[in-house]
T-cell receptor, first 113, second 114 residues
Framework: DTEVTQTPKHLVMGMTNKKSLKCEQH?????MYWYKQKAKKPPELMFV???????INESVPSRFSPECPNSSLLNLHLHALQPEDSALYLC????????????FGPGTRLTVT | GENVEQHPSTLSVQEGDSAVIKCTYS??????FPWYKQELGKRPQLIID?????GEKKDQRIAVTLNKTAKHFSLHITETQPEDSAVYFC?????????????FGKGTTLSVSS
């Protein structure tokens, strides 16, 4: 199984809502990532988990809260988002020690109203 | 932090021609350079990668070259086909125990016309 899955595919939320994005992989990868991608832009790194511990936080606002409950799952909890947070949220996973290819999920298309 | 510049932003070629996309990076500690292809509405997919201890790598019609001194790397696609049309992103990273934090270039939209 070389697939990363993400749910939901689409999400519309108001600025006062709380929602969560979910990512799952069963490739035995111990590094997992959240990226944000706006239209016609590159993926922008948000968080990196290595061995279930948060290793990199790219100065992401606290309204985004990541969680890695186990080695296969990665969540992104959303609260009090702004309309400018509307984007495609991509999850990825990879080995920590190599090979280093990151496998991306299909993404969650988030719209904040 | 790392900064990756990518050129050109758009590239149009005829089927069968070659295409070259160039990237420069700023952090001399970066040692891993992947290239991703993203078709419209789809997820990014790795097409080739290179580590800093290697100057060139080839996989069928795709090759990547790296010049560590000049801090630039390039993607070469030969005998282009319409299905090569997509957005291509270069990226740079420092490999380590913290995972591989990819910093992407802004992307090149490649159009191959038949």
């Amino acid at each position: 199984d070389t697939e990363v899955t993400q749910t939901p595919k689409h999400l519309v939320m108001g600025m006062t809502n709380k929602k969560s994005l979910k990512c799952e992989q069963h490739m035995g990868h111990r590094a997992m990532y959240w990226y944000k991608q706006k239209a016609k832009k590159p993926p922008e790194l948000m968080f990196v988990y290595s061995y279930e511990k948060l290793s990199i936080n790219e100065s992401v606002p606290s309204r985004f809260s990541p969680e890695c409950p186990n080695s296969s799952l990665l969540n992104l909890h959303l609260h009090a988002l702004q309309p400018e947070d509307s984007a495609l949220y991509l999850c990825a996973s990879s080995q920590v020690r190599g090979p280093y290819e990151q496998y991306f999920g299909p993404g969650t298309r988030l719209t904040v109203t | 932090g790392e900064n990756v510049e990518q050129h050109p932003s758009t590239l149009s070629v005829q089927e069968g021609d070659s295409a070259v996309i160039k990237c420069t990076y700023s952090d001399s500690a970066s040692n891993y350079f992947p290239w991703y292809k993203q078709e419209l509405g789809k997820r990014p997919q790795l097409i080739i990668d290179i580590r800093s201890n290697v100057g060139e790598k080839k996989d069928q019609r795709i090759a990547v070259t790296l010049n560590k001194t000049a801090k630039h790397f390039s993607l070469h696609i030969t005998e282009t086909q319409p299905e090569d049309s997509a957005v291509y992103f270069c990226a740079a990273s420092i490999l380590g125990q913290a995972g591989t934090a990819l910093i992407f270039g802004k992307g090149t939209t490649l159009s191959v016309s038949s």
